[in-house]
């Protein structure tokens, strides 16, 4: 069983205050993806990667897929109000659309 | 607009009583999955289908059957609720496999199994 373990757990940091997710396994995986899920919503796929190294941008949050395929990171540069939320990441396997998740940080954002 | 919905989105129940939940998705996507949400342990595979007819089990299926008789739905039945049971459900469909491909979740189902 792949598994993937994400930290910190819980975050609270400061409108403005830049901060960083680990998405971390032991695993190696075709893909993985990160979701941000509101109160009473299911997730929403902010972005997939692929290639190992690949960073991607998406305005202020920087995603980075490491050399090996197996961990990733989230990096948020001035955090607002409206990032506070659980960001979860979920790796792909080999096998059609299987995605392991991750048991999700949960970022509140004060103003 | 094409989406996915589930219904109901609450639902209390017994335990031993039969539940279904339904997914309904408008994306003509092949690939439908029900996963279940509960603290500390993310997301969770429950059954997964890759088109008509198809139905495979995923990490924690026991308790759970589904049927695919159509590309828009993929009904969840709870055969006998079990309190353990008690859980946010969300569907997800998803085009053919591609590199990892993508998910589009429904908003959720959230059950109560007193």
């Known amino acids: 069983t792949q598994l993937l373990e994400q930290s910190p757990q819980f975050l609270s940091i400061q409108e403005g205050e830049n901060l960083t997710v680990y998405c971390n396994s032991s695993?190696?995986?075709?893909?993985l993806q990160w979701y941000r899920q509101e109160p009473g919503e299911g997730p929403v796929l902010l972005v997939t990667?692929?290639?190992?190294?690949e960073v991607k941008k998406l305005k202020r949050l920087t995603f980075q897929f490491g050399d090996a395929r197996k961990d990733s990171s989230l990096h948020i540069t001035a955090a607002q109000t409206g990032d506070t939320g659980l960001y979860l990441c979920?790796?792909?396997?080999?096998?059609?659309?299987?995605?392991?998740f991750g048991g999700g940080t949960r970022l509140m954002v004060k103003p | 607009d094409a989406e996915i919905t589930q219904s109901p989105r609450h639902k209390i129940t017994e335990t031993g009583r039969q539940v279904t939940l339904a997914c309904h998705q408008t994306?003509?996507?092949?690939?439908m999955f029900w996963y279940r949400q509960d603290l500390g342990h993310g997301l969770r595979l429950i059954h997964y289908s890759y088109g008509v007819q198809d139905t495979n089990k995923g990490e924690v299926s026991d308790g759970y059957s589904v049927s695919r008789s159509n590309t828009e739905d993929l009904p969840l039945t709870l055969e006998s609720a079990a309190s353990s049971q008690t859980s946010v459900y969300f569907c997800?469909?998803?085009?053919?496999?591609?590199?990892?491909?993508?998910?589009?979740f429904g908003p959720g189902t959230r059950l109560t199994v007193l």
């Open positions: 979920a790796g792909g396997g080999n096998a059609g659309n299987m995605l392991t």
């Open positions: 990667v692929v290639t190992g190294g």
């Open positions: 997800a469909s998803s085009e053919s496999y591609s590199g990892g491909g993508l998910e589009f």
């Open positions: 994306w003509n996507h092949n690939n």
């Open positions: 695993s190696v995986f075709s893909s």
